[in-house]
């Protein structure tokens, strides 16, 4: 699928998936503004360098999405045809501690940004969901027609509000939303936050990590250039109002198969340190990627051993600013 619009306001685009997004999108010759608050989540110079490249190509905005008036004056600026809205307080652990912020970025920033597309006209509204949403949901693999209300942490429930907000504007206003249940993103560029990237960098270090729980809990990893096939084909999608699809990689992988695939791609044994479960982290997540396969045609191409050594290849060229 072709990506329709030629001026998108993306959110969040000096992130991990929000940066590799601007790249893909550039190449379809469409204008990019980026809105971005570098906030100190994780070391903002890592998404100074995200942008890096792009410098002069885009036009970046130092916003806080929680700002409705500088919103305001952007979208009247302007004129978007589609916002890609990535911006959020991402990961479960760091929301248990302050689910206030949690709530304040995620619910009123996306609240925000629909009211501003109302407001400026704007048709066309994507919006980064979460596989958390699922919660401790035991059918598996999670399918989009499941009945979910059991999310078990902040972060799951700002994700499953903006869902909600998503659908209201859709209804409302004739605002075409498009929400997609990302399943943990990987590669270039990854979160340092993430299981993935610390790992790497301390099995590589010769240094302990620390495993929550006996190895058992399984992921859906997704290859992040999967994830940016999959946004660019919702995008396109005009065939309804409003649309959950689940991107995910479709296969599973346990905690302990994660450790030995980074051990195999850095060459070292892992030093273990075993802790116990964390609290708000979900058993297991699996992506059932049948609707987005037959109305996107998304189709994961990165099998999750090669995507971890084209990960730690990455990290061993240096571009990796932070580690
Ligand atoms: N990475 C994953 O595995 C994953 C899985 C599910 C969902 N998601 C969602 O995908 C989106 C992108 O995730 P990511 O992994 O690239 O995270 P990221 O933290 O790298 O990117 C998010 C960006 O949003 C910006 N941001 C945060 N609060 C802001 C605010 N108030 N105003 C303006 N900008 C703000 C951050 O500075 C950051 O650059 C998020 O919405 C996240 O919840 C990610």
């Given at each position: 699928?072709?990506?329709?619009?030629?001026?998108?306001?993306?959110?969040?685009?000096?992130g991990f998936?929000?940066?590799?997004?601007?790249?893909?999108?550039?190449?379809?010759?469409?204008?990019?503004?980026?809105?971005?608050?570098?906030?100190?989540f994780y070391d903002?110079?890592i998404?100074?360098?995200?942008?890096?490249?792009?410098?002069?190509?885009?036009?970046?905005?130092?916003?806080?999405?929680?700002?409705?008036?500088?919103?305001?004056?952007?979208?009247?600026?302007?004129?978007?045809?589609?916002?890609?809205?990535?911006?959020?307080?991402a990961g479960?652990?760091?929301?248990?501690?302050?689910?206030?912020?949690?709530?304040?970025?995620?619910?009123?920033?996306?609240?925000?940004?629909?009211?501003?597309?109302?407001?400026?006209?704007?048709?066309?509204?994507?919006?980064?969901?979460?596989?958390?949403?699922?919660?401790?949901?035991?059918?598996?693999?999670?399918?989009?027609?499941?009945?979910?209300?059991?999310?078990?942490?902040?972060?799951?429930?700002?994700?499953?509000?903006?869902?909600?907000?998503?659908?209201?504007?859709?209804?409302?206003?004739?605002?075409?939303?498009?929400?997609?249940?990302?399943?943990t993103v990987y590669g270039p560029r990854q979160r340092p936050d993430l299981a993935i990237a610390k790992f790497t960098h301390r099995i590589m270090n010769?240094m302990?990590i620390d495993?929550?729980?006996?190895?058992?809990?399984?992921?859906?990893y997704?290859?992040i250039?999967?994830?940016?096939?999959?946004?660019?084909?919702?995008?396109?999608?005009?065939?309804?109002?409003?649309?959950?699809?689940?991107?995910?990689?479709?296969?599973?992988?346990?905690?302990?198969?994660l450790i030995?695939?980074i051990?195999?791609a850095v060459?070292?044994?892992?030093?273990?340190?075993?802790?116990?479960?964390?609290?708000?982290?979900?058993?297991?997540?699996?992506?059932?990627?049948?609707?987005?396969?037959?109305?996107?045609?998304?189709?994961?191409?990165?099998?999750?051993?090669?995507g971890v050594?084209r990960y730690v290849?990455w990290v061993r060229?240096?571009e990796d600013s932070g580690l």
């Amino acid at each position: 699928m072709t990506f329709p619009f030629r001026n998108a306001l993306i959110t969040g685009g000096a992130g991990f998936i929000g940066s590799h997004l601007v790249s893909n999108l550039l190449t379809t010759g469409c204008e990019i503004t980026v809105v971005d608050d570098f906030n100190d989540f994780y070391d903002p110079v890592i998404k100074e360098a995200n942008l890096r490249a792009h410098a002069g190509t885009i036009d970046l905005r130092k916003i806080d999405i929680r700002n409705a008036g500088s919103l305001d004056q952007l979208f009247a600026d302007k004129r978007f045809d589609c916002v890609i809205h990535l911006a959020a307080r991402a990961g479960v652990r760091p929301s248990i501690q302050d689910p206030q912020l949690y709530l304040s970025t995620n619910v009123d920033g996306t609240l925000n940004l629909l009211e501003a597309c109302r407001k400026h006209e704007v048709r066309n509204f994507i919006f980064a969901s979460s596989s958390s949403v699922y919660g401790i949901n035991s059918k598996v693999p999670f399918s989009e027609t499941d009945l979910i209300g059991r999310t078990i942490s902040p972060y799951a429930a700002t994700k499953l509000m903006g869902e909600q907000l998503c659908s209201n504007y859709s209804h409302l206003y004739d605002i075409r939303c498009m929400c997609l249940r990302f399943f943990t993103v990987y590669g270039p560029r990854q979160r340092p936050d993430l299981a993935i990237a610390k790992f790497t960098h301390r099995i590589m270090n010769g240094m302990p990590i620390d495993q929550y729980g006996d190895g058992s809990t399984a992921r859906d990893y997704t290859y992040i250039e999967d994830i940016i096939q999959g946004i660019v084909s919702a995008a396109g999608y005009q065939e309804s109002n409003y649309e959950i699809f689940n991107l995910g990689g479709s296969q599973t992988h346990t905690l302990s198969e994660l450790i030995e695939a980074i051990e195999s791609a850095v060459g070292k044994k892992a030093i273990i340190r075993q802790l116990p479960d964390q609290p708000g982290d979900v058993p297991r997540t699996f992506a059932d990627i049948s609707k987005a396969g037959s109305l996107l045609g998304y189709s994961p191409t990165t099998p999750f051993l090669s995507g971890v050594h084209r990960y730690v290849d990455w990290v061993r060229s240096g571009e990796d600013s932070g580690l």
